[in-house]
């Protein structure tokens, strides 16, 4: 009777070792289960993060809300880095109650100045995004406005000066300078229709290969057919001439 009770105990004990692995193994079961489904979710999220997340916006240079309210003709600004070309001033284009060249010998507030403002026409749009931008400035004796411009002339100054900015409302625009050469004093935008890629083609290759004497080109520049281009254009001692410094965009920041 007692080996009867020893053997019906033992088979007990099995029974229930045998219940408590299942229970073990179950809960592990589902606990793994329920890990890799955790993680599974995590990744789907984590690639909806980085697909949908937006790059931090660099900080615009110009306060433009506040320039615009005071100024509401200014479009934009253009600077050079560096020590030898001392430009940085804003950009203006006369708005329709306005002569095309009212800025000519007017600063901001539309007074007179002998030195004027820098400015584009209304031929050209005011985000910069013409295949050819042409602004203006006076080749100034005191060397204010596009006065310095002249210093291109030098190859030494010309090779330490590779780019300039211009600046618009939610842009940084980076050009790469391709050439500064003295031109004739014909209206580039009456000359060249721009938006047919034969008259582009056709100043694209006065800017690389200019007919003068006074030049000096950038090889490593490159103007291709969908090139935006911006030109400053200023005056020389010579009424006949024009000094040219064309830029080809090469970047296009965003701004806050």
């Given at each position: 009777?007692?080996?009867?009770?020893?053997?019906?105990?033992?088979?007990?004990?099995?029974?229930?070792?045998?219940?408590?692995?299942?229970?073990?193994?179950?809960?592990?079961?589902?606990?793994?289960?329920?890990?890799?489904?955790?993680?599974?979710?995590?990744?789907?999220?984590?690639?909806?993060?980085?697909?949908?997340?937006?790059?931090?916006?660099?900080?615009?240079?110009?306060?433009?809300?506040?320039?615009?309210?005071?100024?509401?003709?200014?479009?934009?600004?253009?600077?050079?880095?560096?020590?030898?070309?001392?430009?940085?001033?804003?950009?203006?284009?006369?708005?329709?109650?306005?002569?095309?060249?009212?800025?000519?010998?007017?600063?901001?507030?539309?007074?007179?100045?002998?030195?004027?403002?820098?400015?584009?026409?209304?031929?050209?749009?005011?985000?910069?995004?013409?295949?050819?931008?042409?602004?203006?400035?006076?080749?100034?004796?005191?060397?204010?406005?596009?006065?310095?411009?002249?210093?291109?002339?030098?190859?030494?100054?010309?090779?330490?000066?590779?780019?300039?900015?211009?600046?618009?409302?939610?842009?940084?625009?980076?050009?790469?300078?391709?050439?500064?050469?003295?031109?004739?004093?014909?209206?580039?935008?009456?000359?060249?229709?721009?938006?047919?890629?034969?008259?582009?083609?056709?100043?694209?290759?006065?800017a690389s290969n200019p007919q003068s004497l006074v030049k000096n080109?950038?090889?490593?520049?490159?103007?291709?057919?969908?090139?935006?281009?911006?030109?400053?254009?200023?005056?020389?001692?010579?009424?006949?001439?024009?000094?040219?410094?064309?830029?080809?965009?090469?970047?296009?920041?965003?701004?806050?």
């Amino acid at each position: 009777m007692a080996r009867h009770e020893r053997g019906s105990n033992k088979t007990v004990s099995v029974i229930l070792s045998i219940i408590a692995f299942i229970f073990v193994a179950a809960a592990v079961f589902i606990g793994v289960k329920h890990f890799w489904h955790k993680k599974d979710d995590y990744g789907e999220f984590k690639n909806n993060t980085a697909s949908t997340a937006e790059k931090a916006l660099a900080d615009n240079p110009i306060n433009f809300p506040e320039l615009k309210e005071l100024h509401p003709d200014v479009c934009g600004w253009v600077k050079f880095e560096g020590d030898d070309i001392d430009i940085d001033y804003p950009i203006v284009c006369a708005s329709e109650d306005k002569k095309e060249d009212y800025y000519l010998r007017r600063d901001l507030d539309g007074k007179y100045s002998t030195g004027g403002t820098v400015y584009i026409q209304r031929l050209n749009k005011t985000d910069f995004s013409d295949p050819c931008t042409l602004i203006y400035g006076h080749n100034m004796r005191n060397l204010s406005m596009f006065g310095t411009l002249k210093y291109l002339r030098e190859k030494e100054v010309f090779d330490r000066n590779q780019f300039f900015y211009i600046y618009t409302p939610g842009h940084i625009l980076k050009y790469a300078i391709k050439s500064a050469f003295v031109y004739d004093d014909r209206h580039i935008l009456y000359s060249f229709d721009f938006t047919t890629e034969h008259d582009f083609s056709a100043f694209a290759e006065e800017a690389s290969n200019p007919q003068s004497l006074v030049k000096n080109v950038r090889e490593s520049v490159e103007i291709k057919n969908d090139s935006k281009l911006a030109v400053l254009s200023t005056c020389t001692n010579i009424d006949d001439e024009r000094y040219l410094v064309v830029g080809v965009l090469i970047e296009d920041t965003k701004t806050k």
